[in-house]
């Protein structure tokens, strides 16, 4: 079957980094995914990557390793409002996006 | 502003019921999707469209059906409410069915009881 793993929650200190980890097995790959997601919000695109290595914009990085199913997502300089739910989804052979059940990132001041 | 417009933001219907959730988009894009987000799940796809004129079954499609006449309205409709489809519906779209990043609207939440 398909799957994708990421951590239930995670808690870190303002102005910290954080590192958000996401393994997956899926039938095929067309790329990783990740997105953000407030409290009562809809989730909001982050950050792609289909190829091995480190996709970085601003505060945000997102590293992909195919071989080891394997993706994580860096947050740096970490601010209040960086408090939500991180997800990864895996696109799959077919272009269907396969979701974690995300990860609840606490910033603490 | 372009977007994604879902309707009713929330609603407690009987058990039973039938129940039609909105969604329109003005983006023209050509593919759109209904998800159920639960506590502790991953959104799980319940129907999609490639295009105008198609739909097809997600992961959890029993219960649910929904049709695309036009490129901007997917309407999802629950023929008869149960409880265990409770739970927070989003729809989104993105250009063509083979780009991943999804726009979503802002979600309606449904309790059957």
């Known amino acids: 079957g398909q799957n994708i793993d990421q951590p239930t929650e995670m808690t870190a200190t303002e102005g910290a980094i954080v590192q958000i980890n996401c393994t997956y097995q899926?039938?095929?790959?067309?790329?990783l995914f990740w997105y953000q997601q407030h409290a009562g919000e809809a989730p909001t695109f982050l950050s792609y990557?289909?190829l091995d290595g480190l996709e970085e914009k601003g505060r945000f990085s997102s590293f992909l390793s195919r071989s080891k199913g394997y993706s994580y997502l860096l947050l740096k300089e970490l601010q209040m409002k960086d408090s939500a739910s991180y997800l990864c989804a895996v696109s799959d052979s077919n272009y269907q996006l396969i979701w974690g059940a995300g990860t609840k990132l606490i910033i603490k001041p | 502003i372009a977007g994604i417009t879902q309707a009713p933001t929330s609603q407690i219907l009987a058990a039973g019921r039938r129940m039609t959730l909105r969604c329109t988009q003005d983006?023209?894009?050509?593919?759109m999707y209904w998800y159920r987000q639960d506590l502790g799940l991953g959104l799980r796809l319940i129907h999609y469209s490639n295009t105008a004129g198609t739909t097809g079954k997600g992961e959890v499609p029993d219960g649910y059906s929904v049709s695309r006449a036009n490129t901007d309205d997917f309407p999802l409709t629950l023929a008869s409410a149960v409880p265990s489809q409770t739970s927070v519906y989003f729809c989104?779209?993105?250009?063509?069915?083979?780009?991943?990043?999804?726009?979503f609207g802002e979600g309606s939440r449904l309790t059957v009881l």
């Open positions: 899926t039938s095929g790959f067309n790329g």
């Open positions: 983006m023209r894009h050509n593919a």
């Open positions: 989104a779209s993105s250009p063509g069915p083979d780009t991943g990043e999804l726009f």
């Open positions: 990557n289909v």
